[in-house]
């Protein structure tokens, strides 16, 4: 993918949305994942409306997916992932704040369906996982 590919969002992005979001679209974009998580849940713990909240643990959720998988432990991995996936289906959208849920979770789904093709994931060898790449889509939406 080359830079131009790589912009996760613009500049309107930046002045329409919370910070702790568009940082923890940096965060998760670099593979750090717990950081991501934070800074996600420093914007969930705000008083936002029902809809952004519910975003917000999906996201959460998928991030610590990864950090769990980055510290050896697949089920705990499987479980988020589950989570995530249920709170992504309970929002209802194909967007939300920019980000093209369906292409999220598309590439969620390629990293991660290994964690629930089997009984327990501790039982199977990782496959080599290529985490989301979150790219804002252009525009800003209006959200709770």
């Known amino acids: 993918m080359n830079a131009v590919e790589r912009v996760a969002y613009t500049a309107e992005h930046v002045a329409a949305y919370p910070i702790e979001y568009i ?3 940096d965060l998760y974009n670099e593979r750090e994942f717990h950081a991501a998580h934070d800074a996600w849940e ?7 409306g029902p809809q952004e909240k519910l975003f917000l643990q999906a996201m959460i959720q998928s991030a610590v997916a ?8 697949p089920g705990a991995a499987r ?4 989570m995530a996936k249920e709170k992504f ?4 959208c194909d967007a939300f704040m ?4 369906t292409d999220y979770q598309a590439q969620l789904d390629r990293a991660l369906d290994w964690l629930t093709s089997g009984p327990d ?9 290529e985490p989301p790449y979150i790219r804002l889509q252009p525009g ?3 959200y709770d």
């Open 98 to 101: 920019s980000l093209d849920l």
């Open 23 to 25: 940082a923890g679209i």
């Open 140 to 142: 800003v939406m209006e």
């Open 66 to 73: 990864f950090h769990h998988l980055e510290i050896g432990r």
């Open 42 to 48: 420093d914007r969930w713990r705000d008083d936002v």
């Open 79 to 82: 479980r988020m992932y589950q």
């Open 121 to 129: 994931p501790r039982e199977i060898e990782p496959p080599p996982v």
């Open 89 to 92: 289906a309970r929002l209802g």
